[in-house]
């Protein structure tokens, strides 16, 4: 409070003949245009640094996904993208529940690094009822209740 009764006086100051009031009037829109200047300085080195920051995430992540080992051929993008973004989904689980879309994506990866690498994704076991007959099932319906 103390401050906006100090500019207070200042500007009764300022206001008691025309020719201050029109110097105060003037350091106003100096002080607004030199504020202003800086806030759009300051939005354009954070957009600046939220991209920076981004393309480190995802360095980072490349590093780390890499780091583990894991033998690439040079040339096999597609094993890289599926290594970088299973490490990227892995860092999102870490943090919160996966969405359903990051969920198939994860798979899709998996089964694709699978498929790149040579191996057979594993197939779910069918259960028992998909390879009965109707009869069967009707049969077994009928022997519940």
Do not use: H
């Not at 920051?53 to 490349?62: A, F, G, S, V």
């Not at 599926?82 to 990051?102: F, G, I, K």
């Amino acid at each position: 409070m103390s401050d906006n009764n100090s500019i207070d006086k200042l500007a009764e100051a300022y206001a008691s003949d025309e020719e201050d009031a029109k110097i105060y009037q003037k350091a106003q829109a100096s002080t607004i245009i030199n504020q202003t200047r800086q806030i759009n300085e300051l939005r354009k080195k954070l957009e600046e640094l939220s991209q920076q920051c981004e393309q480190l995430t995802i360095e980072n992540t490349k590093l780390k996904a890499l780091g583990n080992g894991t033998e690439i051929e040079k040339g096999n993008d597609a094993e890289m993208i599926c290594l970088v973004q299973l490490a990227l989904l892995n860092n999102y689980s870490m943090q919160r529940e996966l969405s359903l879309e990051e969920t198939k994506k994860a798979e899709i990866f998996t089964k694709t690094m699978l498929l790149i690498q040579g191996k057979q994704p594993e197939k779910k076991e069918a259960d028992g009822i998909s390879g009965l007959s109707n009869e069967q099932l009707l049969e077994a319906f009928k022997s519940l209740g």
